[in-house]
């Protein structure tokens, strides 16, 4: 009796050393993780002390290097410029970011935000410098989520999933945000869920499986097969929440896809806002006369010029399936091929507020923006 303890003991021991040892965790765990190399935050501060800004940031670790694995933006409360910013957000919470503005239809470095993030206390302290090097201000701020929700990013892919069994020569990974938050996260969640992530385990295993039959039927193609579905928080603030699902990769063929669709949350409700529901009704010619008029004043054509000089189809595009809302106006997306040839690439499309007040529907709960 005793031995027969001893035996189930050492074998409980052993189990137990084999699910957390490094090389196996993956296959037994086969669920999403929650990292550090990945993250959403909003935060509210100063720069030199009294200029008020808002900022998002979003960290996304490509491969093994942390470098380039930050995007986001910030803006001044009071002019409501947009500032993108690109960098690195390295593991021991240091920051480095150039921000640059639109300018012509060309981005423009402005200067550079150098700090450093502490998680006990939800601050990023540092420099911000101007392009020139002439200006230096010291800034601060804070995790803020007023008008907003918070979100952890969960990350899962084919070493999650197959673990030993998942071949060389084929990746595939989803990120997304779990948002915090009550009922309304709730709500987002589920629609992540059932209409944007659908099952990413039984994806994963489908896009490896594909892969596995390509290389039989042709053993001599060195191509690799690879997927990114990445879902980021563009916006989060102001009871408006903006999911941006980015897809890319490469099956073999000419060229790689990818593609980026929007989708806008009113936070008091949980609804997804449609275009119908902010216009009145009549207004989407105006709409599309104003997409145009930016069009080609961003790509600075003269009167008498046609956008087919950009690479667009039409003089006349329509309005965007794809659109979000910015600190400076309304953003209409179009990925390739939509209005112009995929060697074009995407476009984007930012109306300023005080061009589309008028055909906005004053319930259409975007009053706090356009302010």
Partial sequence: MKQKYTYYLLLAFFTALWLIL?????????????SNDYAHKFFAGKINGRWKIMMTLNKRKRGKSEKNNL????????????????????????ILAEEKVMQNGKWVKTGALAGRFDATTKRIQGTWTSADGKKSYSFEVKENYRGGLPAEMLYIDEANVLGKESPRGVTIAFLYPRIKGGEVANTINQFIKENLLKNPEQRIRKFVKQYVAFKKENEDNNAFFDEENFITIE???????????????????????????????????????????????????????????????????????????????????????????????????????????????????VIPYRKLKRYIKRRAGLRSYMR
């Fill in 22 to 34: 490094p090389e196996n965790r993956a296959t037994a765990q086969n669920k999403p993780i929650v």
């Fill in 71 to 94: 995007t986001g933006y910030y803006y001044y409360t009071r002019t409501k410029g947009y500032l993108r910013l690109n960098g690195t957000w390295k593991s021991n919470g240091s």
């Fill in 235 to 349: 916006a989060n603030e102001k009871n408006i929440l903006t999911l941006a699902y980015n897809q890319s990769g490469f099956t073999g063929g000419a060229h790689g896809y990818y593609n980026s669709t929007f989708y806008t949350f009113n936070l008091r409700t949980g609804k997804l806002i449609q275009m119908s529901d902010l216009l009145y009704p009549g207004a989407e010619a105006a709409i599309q006369s104003l997409i145009v008029q930016q069009i080609r004043k961003d790509a600075q054509l003269k009167p008498n010029e046609s956008l087919s000089k950009v690479g667009i189809y039409k003089e006349n595009p329509p309005i965007a399936k794809n659109f979000y809302f910015r600190p400076d106006g309304m953003a209409f997306y179009y990925n390739q091929y939509e209005i112009a040839p995929y060697a074009v690439g995407p476009r984007l499309t």
